[in-house]
């Protein structure tokens, strides 16, 4: 059974970096057809991807964030990880981290982690 | 990007009833639309992936349909434990886009 778990800072100053580790258990994060993601949701409000990473390092991210991501992996802590820069309220939001399967040419998230709220205030 | 778009935004029903949720794409996106069920404090749970594929465990009163840009989600007789917020979701086309939410609430 895969369990995700985020974690870090619970608070971030504006235009400062917001960084969060997923921590990946039951499975290797460097498995095959693995494909490990972020999104987000803002509170009351829907859902975002923020982008994807791979076990090699290979990210790809949303257009709308792009500029201010960076997404990595850590093979020999099966953790990955999520930097988003230059925070400003907007970025306000709980962030799961969550494992996508393909299928066909499509996919779709079955494990997400619980979610951590992050806030961006001073 | 694709644009979701989810009605109704919120609905009321009960006990019993049958309820849809309509998803459309602002293009055409195949097959390759999910729905997820998400109470409040919690991660999303996959319902129906590939547009009408349950997901394993999901009780069968959940039923989706649709190709192309129309979508629906169907719930056949509605428990307790399915008032919650529903939201569709495409895969087709980075960046994966959601629809907005349909929150299902006890009348």
């Known amino acids: 059974q895969l369990q995700l778990q985020e974690s870090g800072p619970g608070l971030v100053k504006p235009s400062e970096t917001l960084s969060l580790t997923c921590t990946v258990s039951?499975?290797?994060?460097?498995?095959?057809?693995?494909?490990w993601d972020w999104i987000r949701q803002p509170p009351g409000k829907g859902l975002e991807w923020i982008g994807t990473?791979?076990?090699?390092?290979?990210?790809y991210y949303n257009p709308s964030l792009k500029s201010r991501l960076s997404m990595s992996v850590d093979t020999s802590k099966n953790q990955f990880s999520l930097k988003v820069k230059s925070v400003t309220a907007a970025d306000t939001a709980v962030y799961f981290c969550?494992?996508?399967?393909?299928?066909?040419?499509?996919?779709?998230?079955?494990?997400w982690g619980q979610g951590i709220l992050v806030t961006v205030s001073s | 990007d694709i644009q979701m778009t989810q009605s109704p935004s919120s609905l009321s029903a009960s006990v019993g009833d049958r309820i849809t949720i309509t998803c459309r794409a602002s293009?055409?996106?195949?097959?390759?639309l999910n729905w997820y069920q998400q109470k409040p404090g919690k991660g999303p749970r996959l319902l129906i992936f590939g547009a009408s594929s349950l997901q394993g465990g999901v009780p069968s009163r959940f039923i989706g349909s649709g190709s192309g840009t129309d979508f629906t989600l169907t719930i056949s007789s509605l428990q307790p434990e399915d008032f919650a917020t529903y939201y569709c979701?495409?895969?087709?086309?980075?960046?994966?886009?959601f629809g907005q939410g349909t929150k299902l609430e006890i009348k």
């Open positions: 039951g499975a290797s994060i460097s498995g095959s057809g693995y494909y």
């Open positions: 979701q495409q895969s087709h086309n980075t960046p994966y886009t």
């Open positions: 293009q055409s996106i195949s097959g390759y």
């Open positions: 990473v791979f076990y090699s390092g290979t990210a």
């Open positions: 969550a494992n996508r399967t393909p299928y066909g040419s499509g996919s779709h998230w079955f494990y």
